[in-house]
């Protein structure tokens, strides 16, 4: 058990609201979204062992959508002001490559606002999604761009825009759909909404679930465990699984799972998919087995209320985080 204090919080602002591990090689590297209760104010990155790598301040106004990162971290999306866009798109450990835009579609017979309202960037990094108060999601072709060298500022290619998705989105996981989803592995991503989820492909969006309640979702998350590929949204009180694999015909659903003792804020699924945790308001942590399908261990997490959870890369250790950027590691249930 250790604990990090991330510097230069300022008062109401130091808040941990989501805690994300990257993937791939720098796989002891954390993500941390601070801010107050309503929305981001900086992104931190920071090694296991507290050192902190980088620290990208954006933009805060009411009803901001927390930033997105690729599943490697190198990836961050996020909007300047509140409205409906355009969304800026950098990688902030190569400042040199300058920042892209995403200008999503003007629906210009809309005659009230439709604000953006959720970001969210695929597991690659190779897709941006962009989901609007009128329940509309634009795709943007990300990697791409700065990989081709385009200049500064220019805009992103819109690849598609889902025009049924309704309610507005709340909450985007990101995830890859292995065989025997029809065309192979493929990168999928769930739209968590008030009182609905949808399973979302590159190509087609899919209704596959009504959660149990119609509190809008604070989080998702997408594992790989023994029943193939599942994910779970934390809503109100409850966390709730749709468990089965990301192929056709749909996953049979399950919920499991729920924490009466306060609203759960953050999901998290060990690295071998074999547990779930999930932080909630009151400061506690709750451990699932994922096959069984049981709660194995709650715990307080000794420092007041949690925003967000992660494993380390081994699965031995969480790290959830709460007020005054403070980040506390220790043992998985």
Do not use: K
Request: proline letters at 8%.
């Amino acid at each position: 058990m250790f604990e990090i204090l991330l510097p230069d919080c300022l008062p109401g602002t130091g808040f941990v609201r989501r805690i994300a591990r990257a993937t791939g090689p720098a796989a002891d590297t954390f993500a941390v979204w601070l801010g107050d209760h309503e929305c981001t104010h900086s992104v931190r990155w920071v090694r296991a062992d507290g050192t902190e790598l980088l620290r990208r301040d954006v933009p805060a106004f009411p009803g901001a959508p927390d930033p997105a990162l690729s599943g490697d971290l190198q990836l961050l999306a996020f909007l300047p002001e509140s409205g409906g866009g355009p969304v800026r798109a950098e990688r902030p450990f190569e400042p040199a490559r300058g920042h892209r835009l995403a200008v999503p579609h003007p629906f210009e017979h809309y005659e009230e606002p439709n604000p953006i309202c959720c970001l969210g960037i695929s597991i690659a990094g190779d897709a941006l999604r962009v989901g609007r108060e009128r329940g509309e999601i634009d795709d943007f072709a990300l990697a791409e761009s700065f990989l081709g060298g385009a200049p500064d500022g220019s805009e992103l290619r819109r690849t598609n825009v889902h025009f049924e998705i309704f309610p507005r989105a709340h909450a985007f996981g990101h995830g890859i759909a292995p065989p025997p989803y029809p065309n192979g592995p493929t990168d999928l991503y769930i739209v968590a909404a008030a009182g609905y989820a949808y399973r979302a492909y590159r190509d087609t969006t899919e209704e596959i679930a009504e959660l149990a309640s119609n509190v809008p979702p604070r989080a998702v998350a997408v594992g790989t465990t023994q029943r193939g590929v599942e994910y779970a949204v934390a809503h109100g009180h409850t966390v709730e699984v749709q468990s089965g694999s990301f192929a056709f015909p749909r996953p049979r659903g399950c919920a499991f799972g729920s924490a009466a003792d306060g609203t759960v804020t953050g999901v998290a699924f060990a690295p071998d998919g074999s547990a779930l945790a999930a932080c909630t308001s009151t400061g506690r942590v709750h451990f699932w087995d994922c096959a069984a399908q049981l709660l194995r261990e709650t715990r307080d997490w000794g420092i007041g209320p949690l925003g967000g959870i992660a494993y380390d890369a081994t699965g031995a250790r969480c790290v959830a985080g709460g007020a005054n950027g403070r980040l506390m590691f220790r043992a998985a249930g």
